[in-house]
Structure formats: C-alpha cells, structure tokens
C-alpha cells in the first residue's frame, strides 16, 4: 500500500492550502487516517487524525482552529485544509495508516504507523 500526497507549494503567512491523501488499491473509509509533518531538523509530529469508527477528529494543541481533516470517500481521498499559515507550519507532510484503528489515538506517535507516503513540501514566507 502506498499513500500519496499533494497539494503542497510555497505560500505566504496567512494564506491556505489544501493537501491531498489518497491510497490507490486501499479504501480509505476504513480506516483512520492521519496528517504527519516534519521540518528540517525536527522530529515528526503528528498534526490531524480522521477517525471513521464516529468521524470525529483530532488536532495537536500547534494548529487546533486552523487545519481541517475531512473525507471524500466516493473519491477515496482525505483532506487537510490548511488556513492562516504560519512560517512554523513549513515541513513536509505525510498521511500514513495504521489498518487495524478506525480511530485517532490521544497522541499520535509515527512509528505507531505502517503506511506512508513520500510527503508534500509546504513552505509558509513571512
């Protein structure tokens, strides 16, 4: 199983970007999907979880009331709105599953995670 991300590029502060998970051969509404970043010389955080046992949601404290995590299923592919960039968001960001939760951990650790894809680049300028 590979995931792949889109939707990444170079914005300003403020600005909104809205990135693409999708998972060619595996349907999504099964299974809890989470959003991870990592900048340069950082560990890998975990940023948004969609649980599809209840569709509930869950953000980490640094980007609660800014990002979204949302489903399409009929295209197979979830979302994570991005608004009010800051130059802290810049990272690469990844999905990755866990196929045995449908949904989000309290804390979400990436090695927890057995799928990934190769990331999309977001850089926020000041």
């Known amino acids: 199983v590979q995931f792949v991300e889109s939707g990444g590029g170079l914005v300003q502060t403020g600005d909104s970007l809205r990135l693409y998970c999708a998972a060619p051969g595996l349907f999504l509404q099964y299974y809890a999907i989470t959003w991870f970043r990592q900048a340069p010389g950082k560990e890998r955080e975990g940023v948004a979880c969609s649980a599809t046992n209840d569709g509930s949601a869950y953000y980490a404290d640094s980007v609660k009331g800014r990002f979204t995590v949302s489903r399409d299923n009929a295209k197979n592919t979830v979302f994570l709105q991005m608004n009010s960039l800051k130059p802290e968001d810049t990272a690469i960001y990844y999905c990755?599953?866990?196929?045995?939760?449908?949904?989000?951990?309290?804390?979400?650790?990436?090695?927890?995670?057995?799928?990934w894809g190769q990331g999309t680049q977001v850089t926020v300028s000041s």
């Open positions: 990755a599953a866990n196929l045995m939760r449908t949904s989000c951990p309290t804390t979400l650790i990436q090695h927890e995670y057995d799928y």
